[in-house]
């Protein structure tokens, strides 16, 4: 029998929940709400994760900056698979004893053959694409379509360095700066960041599922290091702020698209038109495609990273993707909606929380629903280690959708506010599109609606007469609350309309 | 800029931002590369106070329009968005953050160091090859690269096996360095990677790599072992035509012909033959 004292022994004695992220001030909304907590990673390692995904049968497989793959088994230990990678920043599982994992110089396939639990062939499935040691050559993915291709993801070069005097593939000769200058470090004339060898700043297709040939499936980029699909199979891709990127762009990416970041053009089949830098900006204006969303820097996100799908279990939330964002604490949702035959939606803060940290790089939903991010920093603000956020039992008070219709937009929440606390602050801007680094926010307008709630509390119509297309509509509710008296999380959106 | 333009603006700045917004701000456009008290992207907020502790405009200007001014860190992206109100608050901020603080001191060794488990396969970047290579530790004391981009063994070395620090502490910015005397390599040949393909590598019980790729259509597998003082080449060629190697005077074959340095093999003497590398 346990007598009360005893019980309350054994209570104290037990283990403490493993190493739960207290947040430094004191509990907000988002903390009350969902549950972070610290993923045990392997012993002795630099705990940067540079991918992370679920296998089929449920374990949890992480790669690490210093080339190591782990997989979690399921008694919790960890057992490495694979090492000596060079800095893989993306894993994809590919059947049973295989996955996939981007470093910089290819997509491999590790395959376990002899089924002992670790990788014994290391397969190139595609590393038909130049490399010129420049630090800033990351590359990114593998995502998966619904076609069954493989999609990569090929940064620039930055001019915060030069590159080796031997590289791997044919050096292109538009530009201003010479090879042999820029192997001297000399980065002059180069541009901010630079493309010099194929295919740099482009994302490339490998089809059926990296058995079939790889081409360029769409250029334009800087450093896109989110890359995936949605539930609707658009092909999201975001870039980071800096130049030719006012604010972090989130690009639907279609098959011959340009996405805005000049240096890539020149890997465009039967490019003749020179120094891509060169060109007037209403030239480039017009090749470009617009991002569907734009991640608002500051308020948003300044470097976001990998989108994930929301599964079942985070119901009104299924079907919508979340970012993971480096530099603060906090996720971003993206909620798209096709309008006249272009895809773009709303950007809105999730989880931003002293508790998460920052540093969000890789995210995965576990079987059961929970939210896995891989943190990481490479030196630039950011963190390490694994967080765990389980799928809540209800929702708290969120901005669940935002839906633009033909005479302005319409909110939705997941929970029923109350109408005395709604005062609803809108305006619309962008940002510059030019080869300077950022951008302020410009053309502002600020928007009056005759806003109405619907009698559930759960709908905000806000009729708008001025919708302009390529701004940011921002629709701000602050102070917002239900009406059981919580706080409406994340209460801001950003629209971006591309089309009325 | 002239200097009149500056004065009403500083004048401004009191009443424009206050010192938590200068938190907000360095929050979100400086803190990426800006640390308090470690250079990271660029210098901490103690270098900075020291530089612009009493020089107010001389960091608008420079934060307004930034040059590259440090060797291997990159040019600051300007900050003219902010307006020099918020720059000034931003300047506050820094000042007071770095109060008290001690510049950390660059971390010169590998918290993480451990003798190379031998053998052992890490890519990385490395001095003398391209930037696709592959290091290997040999069980013993020998090291080779071995380069994805141009399909040949480059380098030999003698020592411990790397030291990846510089590397692994950033983002990559640096090569890392051999550890040890280079014994043997060969010099760069870019011409090579259109006639190669790369294909991967198996690596067997013991941990060694065969490397696998494509030269003018022949496939290729080849396994690289130590046998005393020499570096042994195991090679198994599958191709309808001879293959040929230019041989170094380092360099001896098992089987084929030589003439002029360069070595001839028929598709049966190809099917398996090794060239040994003898090493000082």
């Known amino acids: 029998m346990i007598t009360p004292l005893l019980f309350l022994a054994a209570i104290l004695a037990a283990p403490k929940p493993a190493d739960v992220a207290k947040p430094a001030a004191a509990a907000d909304g988002w903390d009350k709400a969902f549950e972070i907590s610290k993923v045990e990673v392997p012993a002795g390692i630099d705990d940067q994760v540079g991918g992370l995904a679920f296998l089929d049968d449920g374990r949890l497989a992480v790669a690490f900056h210093r080339g190591e793959v782990f997989i979690r088994q399921t008694d919790g230990t960890w057992k490495q698979f694979a090492e000596g990678l060079h800095e893989p920043l993306g894993l994809l599982p590919d059947g049973k004893g295989a996955v996939l994992v981007m470093q910089r110089p290819e997509l491999t396939r590790l395959v376990d053959t002899d089924g002992d639990g670790k990788a014994d062939r290391y397969q190139t499935i595609c590393d038909s694409f130049g490399m010129t040691g420049n630090y800033h050559e990351f590359a990114f993915g593998p995502a998966r379509g619904p076609d069954g291709a493989l999609y990569i993801g090929l940064n620039l070069a930055s001019s915060g360095a030069g590159i080796f005097k031997e590289i791997r593939g044919t050096w292109s000769e538009i530009g201003k700066a010479t090879r042999e200058n820029l192997a001297a470090g000399k980065t002059g004339g180069a541009g901010r960041m630079y493309g010099r060898v194929p295919y740099r700043g482009c994302i490339l297709r490998i089809a059926d599922n990296g058995r079939g040939p790889t081409e360029l499936f769409a250029t334009g980029f800087r450093s896109p290091d989110g890359i995936g699909f949605d539930a609707k199979g658009h092909l999201l891709v975001n870039d980071n702020q800096g130049d030719w990127r006012g604010s972090s762009p989130l690009q639907v990416v279609t098959k011959g698209s340009f996405n805005g970041h000049p240096a890539s053009l020149v890997w465009t089949p039967g490019w003749n038109k020179g120094e891509p830098l060169a060109l007037p900006v209403p030239e480039l204006e017009k090749l470009r495609t617009q991002p569907g969303g734009v991640f608002i820097q500051g308020e948003l996100s300044n470097s976001p990273t990998q989108p994930a799908v929301f599964p079942a279990s985070w119901g009104a939330l299924a079907g919508q993707v979340v970012f993971g964002e480096m530099n603060a604490a906090r996720l971003v949702r993206f909620v798209g909606e096709d309008v006249g035959g272009v895809h773009q939606g709303a950007m809105i803060p999730f989880l931003d929380t002293k508790a998460l940290r920052n540093g969000n790089h890789r995210l995965a939903f576990a079987p059961d629903g929970a939210l896995h991010v891989g943190k990481t920093h490479l030196s630039w603000a950011g963190n390490n280690g694994i967080v765990r956020i389980p799928a809540p039992k209800a929702l708290p008070p969120l901005i669940e959708s935002v839906h633009l219709t033909a005479k302005g937009f319409e909110v939705r929440f997941t929970a029923a506010l109350d109408k005395a606390s709604l005062t609803p602050a809108l305006r619309s801007f962008r940002y510059k599109y030019h080869s300077t680094y950022g951008s302020p926010k410009v053309d502002e307008l600020p928007l009056e609606s005759a806003w109405s709630l619907s009698a559930d509390g759960k709908l905000l119509t806000l009729p708008l007469k001025d919708i302009r297309e390529g701004f940011v509509h921002e629709i701000k509710l602050a102070g917002a609350k239900s009406t059981d008296g919580r706080e409406l999380l994340g209460p801001i959106a950003y629209y971006q309309v591309v089309k009325k | ?280």
């Open chain 2, 1 to 280: 800029m002239p200097r009149w333009f500056l004065t009403p603006l500083l004048a401004l700045s009191a009443t424009l931002a206050s010192g938590q917004d200068g938190k907000l701000l360095y929050e979100q456009n400086c803190a990426a590369c800006h640390l308090p008290d470690q250079m990271v992207v660029g210098p901490s907020l103690i270098e900075i106070t020291k530089l612009y502790d009493k020089k107010p405009k001389e960091f608008v200007v420079w934060s307004i329009k930034p040059v590259k001014k440090r060797n291997g860190v990159i040019e600051m992206p300007s900050m003219a968005h902010l307006g020099e109100a918020n720059l000034l608050a931003v300047r506050e901020y820094m000042i007071t953050a770095s109060q008290g603080l001690k510049e950390k001191p660059a971390v010169s060794k590998d918290p993480l160091a451990r003798p190379a488990r031998r053998p052992e396969i890490q890519r990385m970047f490395l001095p003398n090859v391209g930037p696709a290579a592959i290091a290997v530790a040999l069980p013993g004391d020998l090291n080779y690269t071995f380069d994805a981009g141009d399909c040949r063994l480059r380098t030999v070395w003698r020592g411990d096996f790397l030291d990846c620090w510089a590397y692994y502490k950033s983002n990559g910015k640096a090569t890392a360095t051999p550890l040890g005397t280079t014994l043997w390599q060969l010099p760069a040949d870019e011409s090579l990677q259109k006639r190669v393909k790369f294909l991967g590598y198996s690596v067997d019980a013991a941990g060694l790599p065969t490397f696998e790729y494509e030269r003018d259509g022949a496939q290729f597998r080849e396994k690289i072992v130590t046998e005393g003082k020499t570096l042994v080449r195991r090679f198994e060629v599958t191709t309808t035509k001879p293959v040929s190697f230019t041989l170094d005077p380092a360099t001896t074959c098992s089987s084929g012909t030589v003439l002029n340095k360069l070595l001839t093999l028929t598709p049966a003497e190809a099917k398996s033959f090794t060239l040994t590398l003898r090493l000082l």
